[in-house]
């Protein structure tokens, strides 16, 4: 076997190999036999034409279909001998090929390029933000419970300041036109944005009134814009009294509002903590990322991802608007090679430093887990965790974290302190 391998990019190879007749004979033989049971000729019961005959009338039709039948098992065995593994399919360039005539082949395919790993043992910065949970965010916390647990009354004689509205509100163009539209919007009238002049407006509105009303929206903070709403209902949420007694409405478990609101903190302590860890892990893969930026990955690749993270997404968002390939591929190519420059990383991390996943970490991940479920339900969430699909998600999160650790140890990592106002301005950007 003939063999000429050329690159043609860090991740296009071009490959010629021939096979000589003696090479593929008996293959052809047996091949030409097989053929010849399924054909009917006149004078001839079906399969026994005469191979001199068969070979006259059928010749390059046989030959085409033994090449079509044996391609895969000669171009495998080329890529083993080889130690090729190309990430698409072989495009056909150039054949030469009839019986008793080397086979001679022309293809052209991807692979993935070589590339060094970031020298990230030397160390590299991170920045990791330490929220602080301030007194505002717990009082935040208590209206929303409040909200959640007000006697809601309706209201027919107008609305007034503090009072909810439910909307189907629509944005207008500068023609009238419908631009963007919402059903069943919730409105709280003297709460950003529908206070001041906005609150004025809608003063007195009923359900079935229809009110044009000018907003910022959007970020938009230079123009405003016209919208429409069509009120269906006017509310007045009355608001229990923050004491003791409420905090046992809310949560029957809590003795009073003092350990309501240590509770909260807590929890929005926690929660903002592992906002903190995935901004972190946000860092570490825009490094080895930028790292990478002049790694240039197989089209195929790429292309065939960011068809995946479109699926996904249409999976989680049914009502997500279609798309076509070509719409695909332009908004989704950017973070596809992103995320496979990532997973190439992490493969690479866990392969060099022999990083495993065993049993026991799986169990006691699923034993943290169950710390936060209630007593009289763990044994369905235990069953739930431990169902194969479930314990594969499981093992992929713990490898993640077992990386993440790995790469963490060698960071240079700066803490940062971000009051409450800071985490708002973040948030509104």
Same mark, same amino acid.
């Given at each position: 076997m003939k063999i000429d391998l050329k690159e043609i990019s860090s991740n296009e190879r071009e490959m010629e190999f021939e096979l000589s007749w003696e090479d593929i004979e008996k293959d052809y033989s047996k091949f030409a036999k097989k053929f010849a049971k399924d054909?009917?000729? $006149?004078?001839? +019961?079906?399969?026994?034409?005469?191979m001199s005959i068969l070979e006259k009338k059928f010749g390059p039709q046989i030959d085409y279909d033994f090449i079509n039948d044996k391609f895969s098992n000669y171009y495998g065995s080329v890529l083993n001998e080889k130690n090729l593994n190309p990430v698409s399919q072989p495009e056909l360039i150039d054949l030469d090929f009839k019986k008793g005539t080397p086979l001679k082949l022309k293809v052209k395919f991807e692979v993935m390029p070589e590339w060094d790993? $970031?020298?990230?043992q030397d160390g590299f910065p991170l920045e990791q933000n330490n929220y602080v949970i301030e007194e505002e965010d717990i009082d935040e916390s208590l209206q929303r419970l409040q909200e959640?647990?007000?006697?809601?009354?309706? /209201?027919?004689?107008?609305?007034?300041?503090? %009072? %909810?509205?439910l909307a189907d509100v629509q944005e207008l163009g %500068?023609?009238?036109?419908?631009l963007n539209e919402s059903k069943d919007s919730q409105i709280v009238l003297g709460k950003d944005p529908f206070d001041g002049d906005v609150e004025k407006? =809608? =003063?007195?509105?009923?359900?079935?009134?229809?009110?044009t009303i000018k907003l910022h929206a959007g970020g938009d903070h230079d123009h405003?814009?016209?919208?429409? =709403?069509?009120?269906?209902? /006017?509310?007045? %949420? /009355?608001? =229990?009294?923050?004491?003791?007694?409420?905090?046992?409405?809310?949560? $029957?478990?809590?003795?009073?509002l003092k350990a309501l609101k240590?509770?909260? +903190?807590e929890e929005l302590e926690t929660y903002w903590e592992r906002q903190a860890d995935s901004r972190l892990e946000e860092q570490i893969a825009d490094y080895f990322i930028n790292e990478m930026k002049d790694v240039k990955l197989p089209k195929t690749v790429v292309e065939e991802q960011a068809k995946n993270i479109y699926e996904d997404i249409k999976k989680r968002y049914p009502s997500e608007q279609t798309?076509?390939?070509k719409a695909v591929l332009e908004n989704y190519s950017d973070s596809a090679e992103k995320s496979l420059k990532w997973q190439l990383v992490k493969n690479k991390i866990i392969k060099d430093n022999e990083i495993k996943v065993e049993d026991e970490d799986i169990d006691a991940r699923i034993k943290e887990m169950l710390k936060d479920v209630k007593e009289e339900l763990r044994d369905s969430y235990e069953k739930y965790y431990q169902s194969p699909q479930i314990k594969d998600q499981l093992h992929d999160d713990v490898m993640n974290i077992k990386v993440m650790d790995h790469i963490k140890s060698f960071a240079k990592i700066k803490v940062k302190k971000v009051t409450r106002k800071a985490r708002l301005k973040e948030m509104a950007q």
């Open positions: 054909i009917t000729l $006149p004078g001839f +019961r079906k399969g026994m034409v005469p790993m $970031p020298k990230y959640n647990a007000a006697e809601v009354k309706v /209201v027919e004689d107008g609305a007034k300041s503090g %009072h %909810h509205l %500068h023609e009238g036109e419908v407006e =809608l =003063l007195g509105a009923k359900a079935g009134d229809v009110k405003e814009h016209e919208f429409k =709403l069509t009120i269906k209902s /006017v509310e007045e %949420h /009355v608001l =229990l009294e923050l004491n003791d007694e409420f905090a046992q409405t809310v949560e $029957p478990d809590i003795e009073n240590d509770k909260i +903190r798309m076509d390939e």
